[in-house]
């Protein structure tokens, strides 16, 4: 490990100043769901040529570690946050052993993220064949070729069970794989953060007083 020590890079030079916007409690809505969809719609206003649906999804694996990921929000409404995934993957397999999940969003073009602790589950077989049958192909036919997360021999491997794979519905409709399918992410905690000046951020925190109303806290940042 000695040897590493010329490796090490400095990156103090990498900073910026934080004054797109503020959070004030009393101008945030009383409901965490409407505050994210007024962000969510905030950004879309703006076309970005970004995937603003991409969160971070945050799972314990077997040996209590954390893992993270990127995954893309599909669907969200006052029951959930849906997103879709092989249920043989890591996080399929982390979910299925501890439904305690986060959800992350980090928005760099308003300076803003957005903290969700919630518990999973698995949408119905209904809910998941509705979205597979929209997705296009090339993206059904990849949800049969990959075991997601599973050790593999080499690219060639993946390319012929593409080609196997189509030869195989060459004339037919793609049927959703039993192993694939939706989560629902049922929120317990909201976090909104908006960057200021002077790393001074804002940051509210929501937690449920009871099923149709929420504390809103604000936190140190």
Request: hydrophobic share 35%.
């Amino acid at each position: 490990m000695q040897g590493n020590k010329g490796m090490s890079q400095n990156l103090h030079h990498y900073r910026k100043s934080y004054q797109k916007g503020a959070l004030r409690k009393q101008d945030a809505a009383a409901d965490p769901f409407d505050q994210f969809t007024l962000w969510f719609e905030a950004l879309k206003a703006l076309e970005l040529d970004i995937e603003i649906n991409a969160m971070h999804c945050t799972t314990l694996d077997a040996d209590g570690f954390p893992r993270t990921r990127v995954v893309l929000l599909k669907s969200f409404d006052r029951q959930g946050f849906q997103f879709f995934t092989n249920y043989n993957s890591q996080k399929g397999q982390d979910i299925a052993r501890h439904p305690k999940v986060s959800l992350s969003f980090f928005w760099p073009d308003i300076e803003r993220q957005v903290h969700i602790k919630g518990t999973a589950e698995r949408l119905t077989k209904e809910e998941s064949d509705a979205y597979f049958a929209v997705r296009p192909r090339g993206s059904q036919i990849g949800a049969h070729v990959s075991d997601q997360s599973s050790v593999i021999e080499s690219r060639d491997y993946l390319e012929q069970r593409l080609a196997d794979i189509e030869a195989l519905y060459q004339n037919s409709e793609i049927p959703r794989p039993d192993h694939w399918g939706g989560f629902r992410v049922i929120p317990e905690h909201y976090e909104f953060w908006q960057g200021r000046e002077n790393r001074l951020h804002d940051r509210l925190r929501y937690t449920p007083r009871t099923r149709a109303s929420w504390i809103i806290e604000r936190l140190a940042p």
